[in-house]
């Protein structure tokens, strides 16, 4: 009797001590996975933009300048988890750069769209292949 208490006791305080730990690590990387999300639905906004033929300035713009600045982010948010490597920092900044001149300058029709949609996801695959 003595010790199945023991044993549930024992299997009591590690459930919780690994719920604790998962609840952490969910909290610690609420920010990067936050930042990937809202790229993710911008990126998505941006090619059913394309699909609707919604492809004037006026329409993406709004799309290339938060994924500018929310790519400003990214290398932060994965630095609050843990070290970055140099690498890492220099696709994050590359990111940011091709995308800060999309939204300078936004693709005006949809001939341009075509040309910047593969450009962005080139960026995005390109730190997934290494990273994700
Ligand atoms: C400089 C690196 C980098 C760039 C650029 C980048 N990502 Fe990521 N992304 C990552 C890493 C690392 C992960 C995996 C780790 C994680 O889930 O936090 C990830 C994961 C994701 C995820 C999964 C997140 C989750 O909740 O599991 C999505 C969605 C995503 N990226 C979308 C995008 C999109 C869309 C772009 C381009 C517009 C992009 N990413 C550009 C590094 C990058």
């Not at 549930?8 to 001590?17: E, F, K, N, R, T």
């Not at 920010?31 to 933009?49: E, I, K, S, T, Y």
């Not at 799309?63 to 696709?91: C, K, M, N």
Request: with cysteine; net charge positive; charged share 20%.
């Amino acid at each position: 009797m003595k010790v199945i208490l023991l044993f549930l006791a024992g299997a009591l305080i590690g459930a919780l001590v690994a719920f604790s730990a998962a609840n952490t690590f969910g909290q610690r990387h609420a920010w990067p996975r936050g930042v990937m999300a809202v790229m993710q639905h911008h990126a998505a906004a941006l090619r059913d933009a394309r699909k609707q033929e919604r492809c004037d300035a006026a329409a993406t713009a709004p799309h290339w300048r938060i994924l500018a600045a929310v790519g400003g982010d990214i290398e932060p948010a994965y630095a609050s988890t843990g070290s970055v490597e140099p690498d890492f920092r220099r696709q994050a900044q590359a990111f940011s750069a091709a995308t800060a001149q999309f939204a300078a300058e936004p693709p005006r029709d949809c001939a341009a769209l075509d040309q910047a949609l593969p450009k962005l996801k080139e960026q995005c695959d390109n730190c997934h292949r290494d990273y994700r």
